[in-house]
């Protein structure tokens, strides 16, 4: 490089005449006039021919849109040619420079230069174009554009004019705007920016799209178990009644075998009630937001009945079906004929359409309409001429469908399915066992005296609901609690003016008390038929006392957590007096009762069979029963290890070269060459006699 200074190169070095623009506008105001004149003219000349590529003009695109924020005034036409430009030119137009001028319009936004209704509108019309890297770019600006606006506050005015352009964009003709736009308004939903119901229908009238891959992208939507923003509105574990507070509030005295019995079954309890009131691993809040839930299913199922589609295609259909069935109790009373024909053994993913006839089984459901299909699984699953696992799998079925509608289950078929209860397979006897404890609970007059086990409290309560019929009550169930404990606030304090008498009483006689003990016969004796454990067994009196109660006070926290409490007391206390069987509080899968919006797939492909395992799990399962064991082996050790070795031990260890004559002489010859040596000694001898 010669020592000659250089001329000043800021008209052709843009980076550099851009890093000065930056640092001092004004001063370098005259260089930008001069650059912004050429990008006029080669503006023109490109316009001539917008499919050729030009690199000069390609560099002073983004120059410009780097210093606008310097000039305003001068450049406050720029952004909207380059608008104009693109949609005027966004099929012809040469894709390096479009995707340029995309980029520029990009940073004029970033720095509020630009409206972003707009800018966005623009792209959505962009998204026309064959260019998949164009498409990947302006959807991730869309989605970064729409959540900054939205995130200190939500902009309702820019969020209604897009959703407008998005349903129209939906309806538009070409596949790949359409899958675009719709990946977008999902993608924003599942970051809690657009949540609302209008964002939910727009992508709701998605479902009945003449494309297939916009449909499955929409029924996947309503169907993804991996929603974000699912959070639990349950309250904390500490509200729950823990073991202690049952304890206390039993008032036990002393421990007896009884009271242990009571225990181990509360802990039961409280254990299940935990795992109930844990947070659904689904998402529903997309079902909820649809506005016409009747109108979608039958549009649904029309589609349905007359597509030609893949079976998987299908099977997302009847998902979504059943579970808008189920969410809004609605009727549908030709899905259940549809479903019944799929009902085979056979048939591919039995398990889920089984599951699908669960979801779309209610209480508002005729019993008529899903006796059909109820008779459909018993006859073609609990059958002796299929597996156990079969025999499981419909069994378990028919419980998921009765725990919804308990009315379609008839007396006669209910006997029929309780006698497998002794079947020889495992699996199909815990099934059994499983709609036997359902019944139980919900409408134990359905089964025979012999299963229907040891009422409780709570059962007696329980009445079966006629169809239709919505158990509204007026009170609280368990307030009763509240009467008590006041009662016994009252008698406590009875009881410590007497024992402060007692011990002036004792002070002047000198004499002391003998304490005699009393059986638990005897104590329980006393409150024959009337109360057991402080609870009342019979049901109008907890009734009363505990309407009494709701009408008389303010319940705080604290009162409903002892409500809480009996209601848990009244699971394990028994409704006889003085019986000594007990029923016993098992963690078994079968004795949930709580029905949700959504059946879960486990509950009726739960089989109880011991899996078999491949080659590595067997290997690992027999190496760790040989931990801790001497090997099995033949013991060729000495008896006593110091003892000297033997000729045949040493002989083991000596070099081969050594014994190599040794081992040749001891080798046993074979027939062959026992002639020949026989052969040479009479020849030898031969000779000799001559």
């Not at 006997?415 to 199909?428: A, F, M, N, R």
Request: charged share 30%; proline share 3%.
């Amino acid at each position: 490089m010669s020592g000659k200074r250089r001329s000043n190169q800021l008209p052709n070095n843009l980076p550099q005449l851009q890093n000065l623009i930056k640092r001092d506008s004004e001063s370098y105001e005259e260089e930008f006039s001069q650059q912004y004149a050429h990008f006029k003219a080669q503006f023109q000349i490109f316009l001539l021919r917008p499919d050729k590529f030009s690199k000069y003009l390609d560099e002073l695109v983004i120059f410009l849109a780097q210093v606008a924020q310097c000039y305003p005034k001068a450049l406050s036409s720029y952004p909207r040619d380059l608008m104009v430009t693109l949609e005027k030119y966004s099929i012809v137009l040469d894709s390096e420079i479009r995707m340029t001028m995309c980029r520029a319009l990009v940073l004029m936004r970033n720095k509020n230069l630009l409206d972003p209704t707009t800018l966005i509108s623009l792209f959505f019309k962009l998204l026309h174009c064959q260019d998949r890297n164009l498409r990947k770019f302006l959807e991730t600006h869309i989605l970064t554009d729409i959540k900054n606006v939205n995130s200190k506050h939500k902009n309702v005015k820019l969020n209604t004019v897009l959703q407008n352009f998005m349903f129209q964009m939906i309806r538009d003709s070409n596949v790949k705007a359409t899958k675009m736009s719709l990946s977008i308004m999902i993608e924003l939903y599942r970051k809690n920016i657009w949540n609302d119901a209008k964002t939910v229908n727009v992508i709701a009238t998605a479902c009945f799209s003449k494309v297939t891959k916009v449909m499955v992208s929409a029924l996947q939507f309503f169907l993804n178990a991996e929603a974000s923003g699912n959070k639990s509105d349950s309250d904390s574990d500490d509200d729950a009644p823990n073991a202690k507070d049952v304890i206390m509030a039993n008032r036990v005295n002393k421990k007896t075998r009884k009271r242990d019995k009571n225990l181990a079954k509360v802990k039961s309890v409280i254990k299940k009630k935990k795992n109930k009131d844990k947070a659904p691993n689904f998402n529903f809040s997309a079902l909820h937001l649809i506005h016409d839930p009747q109108g979608m299913v039958e549009k649904l199922f029309k589609q349905m009945e007359s597509m030609n589609e893949r079976f998987e295609v299908k099977i997302m259909i009847l998902d979504l079906t059943s579970r808008l069935i189920g969410t809004h109790q609605l009727i549908l009373l030709n899905f259940y004929p549809y479903i019944k024909r799929f009902i085979q053994p056979h048939q591919r993913d039995v398990t889920k359409i089984l599951q699908f006839v669960a979801q779309a089984a209610h209480d508002m459901v005729p019993p008529d309409a899903l006796e059909g299909v109820l008779d459909a699984i018993v006859n073609n699953f609990v059958t002796e001429r299929n597996s156990g696992e079969v025999m499981a799998v419909g069994l378990n079925a028919v419980r998921s469908i009765c725990s919804r509608c308990p009315l379609v289950m008839s007396r006669d078929l209910l006997h029929d399915l309780t006698e497998y209860k002794s079947y020889k397979d495992k699996s199909v006897m815990m099934a059994a066992r499983g709609l036997i404890h359902l019944f139980r609970d919900i409408n134990p007059m359905l089964l025979q005296k012999k299963d229907k086990g040891k009422p409780t409290l709570a059962t007696l309560e329980k009445e079966p609901k006629q169809f239709g019929e919505v158990d509204a009550k007026d009170y609280i169930p368990g307030a009763e609690i509240l009467l008590r404990e006041d009662n016994d606030e009252e008698k406590s304090e009875s009881d410590s003016a007497w024992e402060d008498e007692d011990d002036d009483s004792d002070n002047e006689d000198g004499e002391d008390w003998v304490n005699v003990s009393h059986s638990e016969d005897e104590t329980e004796g006393d409150d024959k038929g009337e109360k057991k454990d402080g609870v009342s067994l019979n049901p109008e009196v907890r009734k009363d006392l505990a309407a009494r109660v709701t009408e008389s006070r303010i319940l705080t926290d604290e009162d409903f957590k002892k409500i809480e409490t009996l209601q848990l007391q009244k699971e394990v206390l028994s409704a006889r007096k003085g019986s000594a069987k007990k029923r016993k509080a098992t963690d078994s899968p079968y004795n949930s009762t709580t029905s949700s919006e959504l059946v879960d797939l486990a509950s009726i492909e739960m089989i109880h069979k011991k899996r078999r395992h491949d080659k590595d799990s067997r290997l690992d399962t027999v190496m760790k029963g040989r931990e801790g064991r001497e090997k099995f082996n033949r013991k060729r050790g000495k008896m006593n290890p110091f003892a000297s070795t033997s000729d045949k031990e040493k002989q083991k260890k000596k070099p081969f070269m050594m014994i190599r004559n040794k081992l040749k002489k001891t080798k046993k010859r074979s027939f062959k060459e026992q002639q020949i040596s026989l052969r040479k000694a009479l020849l030898k001898q031969k000779k000799l006699i001559k």
